[in-house]
């Protein structure tokens, strides 16, 4: 459920050719490949611009991006924009840091030590991870009100259960081959368990937290919809609900970019962290 | 059948369901001695209860049809669109997806639920928003899939068949549909998934039938068993599709077994 929205970065890493003998050559066109990616979207924002003027689009309810951005600036400008952004990232951190808290140390703590009770829970955790947390938003709302604590306890709720089915999958699958040759090293209980079973489990741990992180990101928009008075989703919303059309398309644009930067630094934080992990390639 | 085999699959079943049942009685349990207030938590037997009493009435089936058929809608279009665009992009026109594929990443970042309001504000509240909406989300996984699947084709494969003088038709049925059709079966199961997942909301914020709506109305009206019984039916629909897409790999995908052996 945490793949909506995102599609692999793999879509746009085809082969590249292998032309271009000497240096200057090679230099022009690995310049010409990176920027060849930005094609793409240069164009479609290209196109997003000059649509209304050719009259494909009606500018009222798709307004050209100069519009948009002149919105943007003017809400950079009196910093009502970076409020929206810092009491968004504000809940998605406090929620994201509390299932991270919760769900890691109690996934390695019964994955780890009570393997039976872990085989017994697993079916009900998956089960209660495939609950579609739409649907307990009502719940939510009627167990916590509509205040900050319900906003919390979605986005605690949503990422709780891929960090911790991930994490006791990691633990669960450790290679028994390595847990053996490190006991016949006489290496101590304390000690495979930090040198072994914890470097081998944090692949999976940190999918578990890239998923979480995704979906936290996703259900915080849509509390923030709900029920709020500050956060880019309660920008959108309110935009939309006084019909302030470039306004939408500013929240909607942030959303995304936010998105993105916030998976981009994760990756970053996944490679510095996993340097001794293989790289595995699909194709 | 011996009793060691017996003891196995008495086992085998106990941890595939104990868990589950022992949570459903707790919950129970909880409910009859009072330890979780009746006003905010209604227990099983009140679900049942009142799940019979939809099932009778028939609500239940009407709200569940229309939901159904919003998510097949647009989880049908979004395959006629998707899969197409993602072979084509997959297989024949590389620098093409080079230069797009940055694009649909770009846009499949979109989050789903703020663009909600610019879907309704294009295409109004009614039946088709929804559908759009749903259409939307399914797409990504689907395109993702396919063309991460044909690119995974072995291409030795490819030679072989053409070396032997198949043409392209053929080449795309018998050869690169079939290996990658484990991909696209998991691309489908997503999106299906997703187009479930999202038709809640979708539903909540502006219908008046449907699943969404059912639970978002017993929410305003104080009708508790009403919105256990709509969230568990729709918790089991979710997991019924997936496990009906896992089943479906199965029974097509057979030539995939003989490969891993």
């Not at chain 1, 030590?113 to 955790?125: A, E, G």
């Not at chain 1, 915080?220 to 709020?228: F, T, V």
């Not at chain 1, 935009?239 to 930067?261: D, E, F, H, K, T």
């Not at chain 2, 929410?219 to 068993?225: A, D, K, L, M």
Request: aromatic fraction near 14%; glycine fraction near 10%.
């Amino acid at each position: 459920m945490a793949e909506i929205g995102t599609v692999g970065p793999t879509i746009g890493g085809a082969l590249t050719p292998q032309i271009g003998s000497n240096k200057a050559d090679a230099a022009v066109l690995s310049f010409n490949q990176r920027v060849m990616s930005w094609y793409g979207i240069i164009a479609f924002l290209l196109l997003w611009q000059i649509a209304p003027y050719l009259g494909l689009t009606d500018g009222r309810f798709i307004p050209p991006l100069s519009e948009i951005v002149a919105d943007a600036g003017k809400l950079i400008a009196n910093g009502e924009f970076f409020v929206h952004v810092a009491s968004s990232c504000q809940r998605v951190l406090i929620g994201l840091f509390l299932a991270v808290v919760a769900a890691i140390p109690f996934g390695i703590l019964l994955s780890g030590f009570f393997p039976r009770l872990t085989r017994f829970l697993n079916p009900l955790l998956i089960i209660l991870g495939n609950i579609n947390p739409f649907a307990l938003f009502p719940l939510f709302i009627l167990l916590f009100g509509v205040g900050e604590m319900a906003k919390l306890a979605i986005i605690f709720w949503s990422s709780l259960f891929p960090i911790l089915n991930f994490t006791i999958y990691g633990v669960m699958h450790v290679d028994p081959i390595l847990i053996k040759a490190a006991r016949s090293m006489g290496a101590g209980k304390a000690n495979i368990f930090w040198k072994v079973v914890i470097p081998a489990a944090l692949p999976s741990i940190f999918t578990g937290f890239k998923m979480g992180a995704t979906v936290a990101f996703l259900f915080l928009i849509a509390a923030e919809m709900l029920s709020a008075n500050a956060g880019l989703g309660y920008l959108v919303h309110n935009a939309s609900l006084n019909n302030y059309i470039p306004r939408i398309y500013v929240g909607v644009l942030g959303i995304a970019i936010l998105g993105m930067g916030f998976t981009m630094l994760i990756n970053q934080v996944e490679k510095l962290l996993l340097s001794y992990k293989d790289e595995v390639k699909v194709t | 059948m011996t009793i060691d085999s017996l003891y196995q699959t008495f086992g085998n079943i106990f941890y595939r369901f104990g868990a589950i049942v022992l949570f459903i009685l707790v919950w129970q349990l909880a409910c009859s001695t009072g330890l979780a207030p009746e006003t905010f938590v209604a227990s099983p037997m009140v679900i049942i209860k009142t799940l019979y009493q939809y099932a009778l009435d028939g609500s239940l089936y009407k709200n569940t049809i229309i939901s159904l058929s919003r998510a097949f809608y647009g989880f049908i279009l979004a395959v006629v669109v998707a899969v197409p665009l993602g072979f084509m992009l997959g297989g024949w026109f590389k620098s093409f997806e080079r230069i797009i594929g940055p694009l649909l990443t770009f846009l499949g970042q979109f989050n789903p639920f703020a663009l909600f309001s610019v879907f309704l504000l294009l295409f109004g509240i009614g039946e088709f928003s929804k559908v759009a909406m749903i259409f939307w989300v399914s797409i990504w996984p689907l395109l993702y899939n396919a063309s991460l699947g044909v690119k995974t084709v072995d291409p030795g494969l490819i030679k072989l068949a053409r070396s032997m003088g198949m043409g392209r038709i053929k080449l795309l049925t018998k050869i690169v549909i079939p290996s990658s059709a484990s991909f696209l079966f998991s691309g489908l199961r997503l999106a299906a998934g997703t187009a479930f997942f999202m038709l809640i909301p979708a539903e909540m914020m502006g219908a008046s039938r449907g699943l969404g709506w059912l639970i978002i109305n017993a929410q305003v009206n104080y009708q508790i068993p009403k919105l256990y019984t709509g969230t568990l039916v729709i918790v089991v629909l979710g997991i019924v599709i997936d496990y009906f897409f896992r089943f479906l790999e199965k029974k097509v995908v057979i030539w995939k077994e003989a490969q891993n052996l």
